[in-house]
């Protein structure tokens, strides 16, 4: 079974993150950058079932030239070879053109694939849907936010949690998955697998490569836009005291002033 | 006027809050059509309450498909088609962003994803936790716009209501099938995303225990229980009720944080709370430079004190 992971590299949420105030875009130089958490369980999910049933895991990435980073992290932990889509005309792209362009990727990958696995959501834009808008594109079912994620066959079954409840879903392979939080926990690269990392192939594809048209990509033809941007002002603290035996009734009395209670 | 079409998020026969938040954020861009995507006889139980929030047209596609999501997605895109509309707006949810993401896909519209405000000249995000603003807008015809839930005020409206049946289309490529659902087990306090007061405890309450205290007090002022990153890391309290960054994003009237330190982490997911008080024992505890109450002391302490005192006011 050839599985095909997607990775995205974001900011670090415990480092401050900016906006480019140019464009609105996200300063991706302001802040440290890492695999985003979520993704390093989705290469783990893809690993756990290549063991079960062989075949090649892939990661695929699209983003700027440091995303290399990620993708040898995602090496490291035991994936087989990466494909990495790069280019400057990608900068500013919306989340359909960024679900289109990874679907087009998809269909380059060499050996094909039976399952796209991804995280349910990336920390910085959040959006939480380019890998069921990834499905769409290909007419493929999209079998999110997975708990469990079980192989039989020709047939993915899926255990989805969300805040609403928990679905039982299953479809036909190929289909995609996008793993939730809980799935598992992620291995650590060994020595072993970091040295193996840096000899694995890594195929980088500009857009020309990957046949996809730069006007469909790309901040001048996005279908969002961001107009303007602005930090928020930050919130200033307010009043500190120290609780001399009477700090709850303090707190009573301010909520009370707010006529909050 | 143009028609803005309004997903409506239902179970069982009841409507979430976030809808009627929708019906009245509609009104913004024009005139609320709420769409109806469920089992046969569904719409019979919601049209009251829709036009009571301003639905002017209820589109009602019925069906006992198990195909997951595409029905939704499949009735939304013949109406983008079929009525033209200014704007879809649909609850920010696990399943109302999947919607969302696969209609822009299919009718080829900016998505516009997790705004907290919604005007006819565009919207306004708030990124990273609420450190930016930012004001956006769709570069096509009808967007699809989600809108966080507790970012409006719901404002009832008589609507017209005029119901029409609308087809299910078959499906566009294959689906998932759903084989079985479990709904969530929801306890009788309010749904942390949606409740106005939030309480929650950090790596401070020290063990899952002791989180009744949070708990207690929460109760008391008929609020959520939500828990900082550490205090979920630690095993004190479930993944479900986490706020920050990697959990849920919350903004209610009032938010007691009960030691938390406030790593950006946990800012990201609840700053844009309207008052925040902190109790912590550390003087030097980040929470106390965004808290406008700050009392630095023993949480076992103030928190039951606070709990006695609102339950006095209570009589």
Not at chain 1, 143 to 171: C, F, N
Not at chain 2, 43 to 64: M, N
Not at chain 2, 99 to 108: D, P
Request: glycine share 10%; proline share 5%.
């Amino acid at each position: 079974m050839n599985i095909v992971v997607l990775v995205k590299q974001v900011p670090d949420t415990y480092s401050e993150r900016k906006l480019n105030s140019s464009d609105g875009t996200l300063d991706r130089d302001a802040t440290d950058a890492v695999l985003d958490e979520i993704n390093e369980r989705a290469v783990e999910a893809a690993l756990q079932l290549k063991e079960a049933h062989d075949g090649e895991v892939t990661v695929l990435t699209m983003g700027p030239a440091r995303a290399t980073d990620a993708i040898r992290k995602a090496l490291s932990m035991g994936a087989d070879k990466a494909v990495h889509l790069s280019d400057e005309a990608l900068h500013g792209s919306c989340a359909v053109q960024t679900a289109k362009a990874l679907a087009t990727v998809l269909g380059t990958v060499e050996g094909g694939f039976d399952l796209v696995v991804a995280g349910n959501e990336a920390s910085d834009g959040r959006s939480a849907a380019v890998p069921a808008m990834v499905a769409d594109v290909l007419g493929l079912p999209a079998l999110t936010h997975a708990r469990e994620v079980t192989v039989d066959g020709s047939t993915v079954t899926v255990r989805r949690e969300t805040d609403d409840g928990v679905t039982h879903l299953s479809a036909e392979l190929p289909a995609v998955v996008s793993v939730g939080e809980k799935i598992n926990e992620p291995r650590y690269p060994s020595f072993k697998g970091i040295m193996a990392a840096k000899k694995k192939p890594v195929v980088t594809l500009s857009l020309a490569d990957a046949g996809i048209d730069p006007s469909e990509v790309g901040l001048a033809t996005a279908l969002s836009t961001v107009a303007s941007s602005q930090p928020k002002p930050p919130k200033s603290g307010g009043e500190k005291i120290e609780d001399e035996g009477d700090g709850g009734a303090k707190v009573a009395a301010f909520l009370v002033a707010q006529k909050l209670i | 006027m143009a028609e803005v079409l309004v997903l409506v998020d239902h179970l069982e026969g009841e409507i979430k809050k976030s809808t009627f938040e929708l019906l009245t954020a509609a009104r913004a861009l024009g005139e609320p059509s709420a769409v109806v995507v469920g089992a046969a006889g569904t719409a019979a139980k919601l049209a009251d309450v829709l036009k009571e929030h301003g639905a002017e047209k209820i589109y009602v596609a019925e069906t006992d498909s198990t195909d997951f999501l595409t029905p939704e997605v499949g009735v939304l895109a013949s109406l983008v088609e079929a009525k033209d509309p200014a704007a879809v707006l649909i609850a920010v949810s696990a399943d109302g962003k999947e919607i969302a993401g696969r209609l822009a896909v299919r009718t080829n519209s900016g998505l516009l994803g997790d705004v907290v405000a919604v005007s006819a000249d565009g919207v306004t995000h708030s990124v990273f936790g609420g450190a930016y603003i930012a004001e956006a807008k769709a570069t096509t015809a009808h967007p699809v716009i989600t809108l966080r839930p507790g970012s409006v005020e719901i404002e009832p409206a008589a609507g017209a209501g005029v119901e029409e049946s609308v087809p299910v289309p078959a499906s566009q490529g294959r689906a998932a099938t759903v084989t079985s659902r479990e709904p969530i087990v929801g306890g009788d306090r309010p749904e942390l995303t949606e409740a106005s007061v939030v309480v929650s405890g950090g790596r401070g309450v020290g063990s899952a225990d002791d989180f009744q205290v949070v708990e207690a007090l929460a109760d008391s002022l008929g609020a959520a229980v939500g828990a900082s990153r550490a205090a979920v890391d630690s095993g004190y309290y479930p993944h479900q009720f986490q706020v920050g960054q990697t959990g849920k994003t919350v903004s209610p009237q009032l938010y007691i944080a009960l030691g938390i330190s406030g790593a950006i982490q946990h800012r990201a997911g609840m700053q844009t709370s309207k008052t925040i008080i902190a109790v912590n024992k550390d003087a030097e505890a980040p929470i106390f430079e965004i808290a406008d109450f700050g009392v630095v002391g023993d949480l076992f302490k103030v928190a039951p004190q606070l709990k006695d005192e609102i339950a006095k006011r209570k009589g």
